[in-house]
């Protein structure tokens, strides 16, 4: 039994891994991007190391390109807005961490997307709690180290975009999906949180498309059409 649990944690240190050096890459673009849109290098750094959540860190340095320093305080509430998530991520994130109140306040920062998403793909607590640790701290050294030298070298690299490194991130993430969509509950979750997510990007504020389609994915869940043991069972 140790020795199947102690090779389904490799596994699941492996993934983190893997989704490290993905989202890590991207943060050559955000280093690039921040010193384009008119902050410096020790400013990109900070954002980096302070923030650590990609999607705020971009609203952010996107609302200040489009409006210069005047525009700090939308920029600001755009990056909190998109922030929000990991505030549920958190609850959903405190079995797997464990009771501890220091094991709680230390994953504070490694609580983003991609730690959340390779926990849950994992089956066992340990492997969670191995899948979820891995990836923070990967990510954190990788995208603060890939942050510094977007920032140093942007002006050679020229248009980010241009390198793919945008997708690296999102197609880590539909590779830890596509295994979990078996059944119609899961596809119909994914396709609705996707189609509203969609639409309502190009009308609204950066981060509330993110937490539409969280409230779509929490309310199809309701909805659960597979029979529990109680009904097969034909009981009342």
Do not use: H
């Not at 609203?59 to 320093?69: P, R, S, T």
């Not at 990991?86 to 230390?106: D, E, F, K, Q, T």
């Amino acid at each position: 039994m140790r020795s199947l649990e102690r090779t389904v944690s490799r596994a699941a240190a492996r993934q983190g891994i893997a989704v490290a050096l993905a989202t890590s890459a991207y943060g050559i673009s955000f280093g690039a991007l921040s010193v384009a849109s008119g902050l410096d290098v020790w400013q990109t750094c900070v954002l980096s190391l302070l923030m650590f959540t990609g999607g705020s860190q971009f609203a952010f340095v996107g609302v200040i390109a489009a409006g210069g320093v005047a525009a700090a305080p939308a920029a600001i509430a755009s990056a909190g807005l998109l922030g929000v998530r990991n505030a549920a991520y958190a609850m959903r994130m405190s079995p797997v961490v464990g009771p501890s109140r220091w094991r709680r306040a230390l994953a504070t920062p490694f609580t983003i997307d991609e730690s959340v998403a390779v926990s849950l793909a994992q089956s066992e607590p340990y492997p969670r709690r191995v899948g979820f640790w891995v990836t923070g701290v990967a990510i954190w050294i990788g995208w603060n180290l890939t942050t510094l030298a977007g920032a140093l070298v942007g002006d050679v690299l020229g248009d980010p975009r241009a390198w793919g490194l945008d997708a690296a991130a999102a197609a880590a993430f539909l590779a830890l999906l596509w295994p979990r969509l078996r059944g119609r509950q899961p596809i119909a979750v994914a396709l609705g949180a996707a189609v509203v997510a969609a639409l309502l990007t190009p009308w609204v504020l950066p981060g509330i498309p993110v937490i539409a389609a969280a409230g779509v994915a929490v309310a199809l869940g309701w909805f659960d059409p597979r029979p529990t043991a109680r009904d097969e069972k034909g009981m009342p």
